[in-house]
């Protein structure tokens, strides 16, 4: 059964998952991903081709290349946003079924 996600929860998973983002940890980051996800970035098309990106091997690959090139990465959380009907948590989306909302200094996208 799946439990709604409060407020709170979705906070908690923001500041997670912007964390991993942080510290560069890829394999983290994606532990947020469910394995049939999609994530759509106008960046990720100058590093593999394509601007849609299924699943979390596409991800990976992804995000392996562009940090390999772009060393700088900061992201913080600026709005958390919980819709109503409140989502359940875990989902297959791409950055926690809309439960969370997190903006970028980074190129990374």
């Not at 059964?1 to 908690?12: F, G, I």
């Not at 998973?13 to 983002?21: G, K, L, M």
């Not at 947020?32 to 091997?57: I, N």
């Not at 900061?74 to 709005?79: I, P, Y």
Request: proline letters at 5%; charged letters at 20%; hydrophobic letters at 40%.
């Amino acid at each position: 059964m799946k439990v709604p996600l409060s407020e709170e929860a979705a906070q908690a998973f923001a500041q997670r998952f912007v964390a991993c983002c942080n510290r560069g940890d890829i394999e983290a980051v994606l532990g947020h991903f469910a394995e049939d996800c999609t994530f759509d970035s106008p960046l990720a098309e100058k590093y593999v081709g394509t601007t849609r990106l299924a699943g979390k091997a596409a991800l990976r690959a992804y995000w392996q290349k562009a940090s390999a090139e772009i060393k700088d990465v900061h992201f913080d959380v600026d709005l958390v946003a919980v819709p109503w009907p409140r989502v359940s948590e875990p989902c297959s989306s791409s950055i926690g079924c809309g439960s969370a909302a997190t903006s970028s200094t980074s190129a990374i996208g």
